[in-house]
């Protein structure tokens, strides 16, 4: 990707100079009761949620100096904004077309340990996404990983997986991500779990879309970018990167589906540019 005078997102905290504190602070025995009632009555208790967890378990204390970053983490967190204010200019484009209003997303940079709306964050369950706070996590080693660990290295495809996280918000804004919750109350494990992987290959897709529209109006790709992007759907398939997920209410805590399945879902969104074509969950094959 040639990122050379290209705009970067406002939407980027870096909180990498952040440390955690334990506070023991977490959900009260009530506030896990009432969960729990609204689960049994088949109510979300997912927009609850932000409500009952208010004082987060973990605080993050400033250590008083900003994060030296090295030249190498400087150019992954320029790549990152922009490929973040790429996704704002795409999605703003298509969602008016829908009836829906694009909210930008915020996109947090952490390091180690990271508090969110939805629980702590851990670098070892990779980047994730927030619907409560609608807010993207990543700490930025995980692309140390993809290259080293998933043999996926390459900027592409570390676009990849940050549009991939969008592509959450973007469900969350739309509606799906809602909807999909409430349904799984009410579904055995393992089709609740099914739900789960449509929900990631559509991420997949609308990461697709993304790139489409990137290289399209903005010709932001060079060649070889895709295969990048490729080569990351496919490494990073089913839970190769997902550890502990302590019970969080995060989409990624859920199998993604295969390498096959999440390479054709971005492929799909790719060709098409079209996030009609993404509809996971009408496909009778995925
Ligand atoms: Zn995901």
């Not at 090295?70 to 703003?92: C, F, I, N």
């Not at 692309?143 to 570390?158: N, T």
Request: proline fraction near 5%; glycine fraction near 10%.
């Amino acid at each position: 990707m040639d990122i050379r005078g290209r705009r970067q997102s406002s939407n980027v905290e870096d909180r990498r100079g952040m440390r955690p504190v334990r506070t023991g602070v977490g959900l009260s025995l009530g506030g896990v009761l009432f969960l729990v009632v609204l689960s049994l009555f088949g109510i979300n208790p997912l927009p609850f949620l932000g409500v009952a967890t208010k004082a987060p378990e973990v605080q993050m204390q400033d250590t008083g100096q900003p994060y030296q970053e090295s030249p190498r983490e400087a150019q992954t967190r320029e790549l990152t904004a922009v490929v973040l204010a790429d996704t704002e200019e795409t999605w703003s484009a298509l969602l008016p077309k829908y009836g829906v209003q694009y909210v930008e997303p915020k996109l947090v940079l952490f390091s180690g340990a990271v508090a969110s709306a939805c629980g702590t964050g851990q670098s070892a369950m990779g980047p994730f996404y927030c619907p409560l706070d609608q807010k993207v996590y990543l700490d930025m080693s995980f692309f140390d990983d993809l290259s080293q660990r998933f043999g996926a290295p390459g900027d592409f495809a570390q676009a990849y997986v940050i549009a991939h996280e969008v592509g959450h918000h973007v469900q969350n804004l739309v509606g799906t991500a809602e909807k999909v919750s409430a349904a799984q109350q009410r579904m055995s494990k393992a089709d609740a779990n099914a739900m789960s992987v449509r929900m990631e290959l559509q991420a997949d897709c609308y990461a697709g879309v993304w790139a489409h529209n990137a290289a399209r109006s903005r010709q932001l790709l060079e060649p070889g970018d895709v295969e990048e992007g490729l080569r990351a759907a496919s490494a990073i398939g089913d839970d190769r990167i997902q550890k502990q997920t302590q019970g969080r209410v995060v989409p990624d805590a859920f199998t993604h589906g295969s390498s096959e399945q999440r390479m054709r879902w971005f492929n799909r969104g790719l060709e098409t540019g079209n996030p009609e074509a993404c509809d996971t969950f009408a496909a009778a094959q995925l």
